[in-house]
């Protein structure tokens, strides 16, 4: 289980990597060669940029069990698709049953503000910050307990497939 980090859109970086590391958590931070990656425990992984190329080398890395943190929902939705969790710096899990929701309301506010009918996001303050920290290391004991269960589960079949 490793946490995999957005690095282009990661305002809690510093946060993941200390609550990370008292798990005892890998951290690999991708980001495009234009940015300035400060990180005290992760790995950095920089890629050229072009436009979603830090997202596609982070899916390339991704693996069941995984943690992906990202604000970018796309990227989200294709991680959960391989097994990962995720969740988003604001410190809210996405889910199967959430992530469908996100992204249609991401793109119709993506056309509203094509529109000028809509003002960005709010930026990000104290309060999401204290959610992410308060979150993340649930979402952490939830992982590693599902990974002990699919490695009991996966242990419990093999020895059946073994004594037949």
Same mark, same amino acid.
């Given at each position: 289980m490793r946490l995999l980090i957005d690095g282009d859109s990661c305002p809690v970086l510093r946060e993941a990597?200390?609550? +990370?590391? @008292?798990?005892?958590? !890998?951290?690999? &931070?991708?980001?495009? %060669?234009?940015?300035? %990656? =400060?990180?005290? #425990?992760?790995? &950095? &992984? #920089?890629? #050229?940029?072009?436009?979603?190329?830090?997202? *596609?080398?982070?899916? /390339?890395?991704?693996? !069941?069990?995984? %943690?992906?943190? $990202? /604000?970018?929902?796309?990227?989200?939705?294709? +991680?959960?698709m391989r097994g990962a969790s995720c969740i988003h710096s604001h410190g809210f899990v996405y889910t199967e049953e959430n992530i469908l929701p996100l992204l249609t309301n991401n =793109?119709?506010?993506?056309?509203?503000?094509? @529109?000028?009918? *809509?003002?960005?996001?709010?930026? #990000?303050? !104290?309060? $999401? *910050?204290? /959610?992410?920290t308060r979150d993340f290391p649930v979402l952490i004991e939830e992982t590693i307990k599902k990974n002990m269960k699919h490695a009991y589960a996966n242990a419990k079949t093999e020895k059946r497939e073994d004594a037949l």
């Open positions: 990597e200390q609550i +990370a590391n @008292r798990y005892g958590l !890998p951290v690999i &931070v991708f980001a495009d %060669i234009q940015r300035c %990656i =400060h990180a005290e #425990y992760a790995k &950095v &992984v #920089y890629v #050229y940029t072009a436009k979603g190329a830090a997202d *596609r080398a982070l899916l /390339n890395k991704v693996k !069941p069990g995984d %943690i992906v943190l $990202t /604000n970018d929902y796309g990227l989200a939705a294709l +991680a959960l =793109h119709l506010a993506k056309q509203l503000r094509k @529109r000028k009918r *809509r003002k960005k996001m709010v930026k #990000y303050g !104290p309060k $999401t *910050r204290c /959610n992410f």
